[in-house]
């Protein structure tokens, strides 16, 4: 059995904070504000997933926790180590690497592909694998898996692929495979 080795305080988006304190004849009109808002800035956002994809990458190299697509290759045909992938509705999955088996030292097995929630809001209700693995392997603060830059496009999920994690596990039969939603969602 795995043992947490941060723990992490699972915080309320800022809206619902915002919206509990609110009384209640205010509260109609700041959720139409906010819808207003979120309307005028949507174009923004596409250059802010770039930003935060080429931060994350730096900040990643930086911690010497990057691995190349050829590396990955070399490391996954000697078998070491486990595959985690992160899978969206609304981004490109990411795959990471680490040397632990990560099945044999998780506190629970993962959920399958098609039992995740891939739209879910991150601090709600998240399975005790995800939670595990984020605080363990992925945080960017804490985490020691390597994060994996790939340009191999059988990577990518289908859409309502219900077999998705089986398929990750015939690519790479010689690791553990793991597929868990975004649990962080500020990179």
């Known amino acids: 059995m795995g043992m947490f080795t941060v723990p992490y305080e699972r915080k309320e988006p800022l809206v619902w904070r915002i919206e509990k304190r609110l009384p209640p004849e205010l509260a109609f009109p700041f959720i139409i504000a906010s819808s207003v808002c979120y309307f005028f800035l949507l174009p923004l956002t596409i250059p802010l997933f770039v930003i935060r994809a080429k931060l994350l990458l730096h900040t990643l190299k930086k911690q010497g926790r990057y691995l190349s697509w050829k590396e990955f290759e070399k490391k996954s045909e000697r078998g070491e180590g486990s595959v985690i992938i992160e899978v969206s509705s609304k981004m490109p999955p990411r795959i990471w690497w680490t040397s632990d088996r990560i099945l044999a ?53 289908e859409r309502d692929e219900p077999l998705y994690d089986e398929r990750m596990q015939a690519k790479f039969p010689n690791q553990d495979v793991a597929v868990v939603t975004f649990y962080d969602t500020r990179y």
């Open 105 to 157: 030292i998780a506190p629970s097995p993962p959920l399958a592909f098609c039992e995740l929630n891939l739209i879910a809001c991150p601090v709600v209700n998240q399975p005790p694998f995800l939670c595990w693995c984020y605080e363990n392997y992925l945080a960017i603060e804490t985490g020691r898996a390597c994060y994996v830059e790939y340009d191999d496009l059988e990577l990518l999920p």
